[in-house]
Nanobody
Framework: QVQLVESGGGLVQAGDSLRFSCVAS????????MGWFRQAPGKEREFVAA??????????YYADSVKGRFTISRDNAKSTVYLQMNSLKPEDTAVYFC??????????????????WGQGTQVTVSS
């Protein structure tokens, strides 16, 4: 199993920046991909970004809505994945979840590809 703990949420204004961290523990050595998803009130959870870990290490994937504004990165030594969010917009308001693919490679941009999830962290962007 893998445990994921996110941090870094908060209340910001439009145009501000924020950075999330997600620390993986447990069998983190067998994580193939790490991703970020978000869920706004009344909406389905959606893909934000992902990064290859054990497979296609360092390759990144982004939702069109965040390309050019968000950057996903990793620190292998710390078993940590980051999401740097710049030029935040009110529509970025959501609960953000860290997710991991363990022991296999699955669809990087779909929830069905991920086996483990963090508890979520709230981001509210005011206009």
């Amino acid at each position: 199993q893998v445990q994921l703990v996110e941090s870094g949420g908060g209340l910001v204004q439009a145009g501000d920046s924020l950075r999330f961290s997600c620390v993986a523990s447990g069998r983190s050595f067998n994580v193939y991909t790490m991703g970020w998803f978000r869920q706004a009130p009344g909406k389905e959870r959606e893909f934000v970004a992902a990064i290859g870990w054990r497979w296609n290490a360092g390759r990144t994937y982004y939702a069109d809505s965040v390309k050019g504004r968000f950057t996903i990165s990793r620190d292998n030594a710390k078993s940590t994945v980051y999401l740097q969010m710049n030029s935040l917009k009110p529509e970025d308001t959501a609960v953000y979840f860290c997710a991991a693919q363990l022991d296999k490679v699955g669809p990087q941009m779909s929830m069905v590809g991920y086996d483990y999830w963090g508890q979520g962290t709230q981001v509210t962007v005011s206009s």
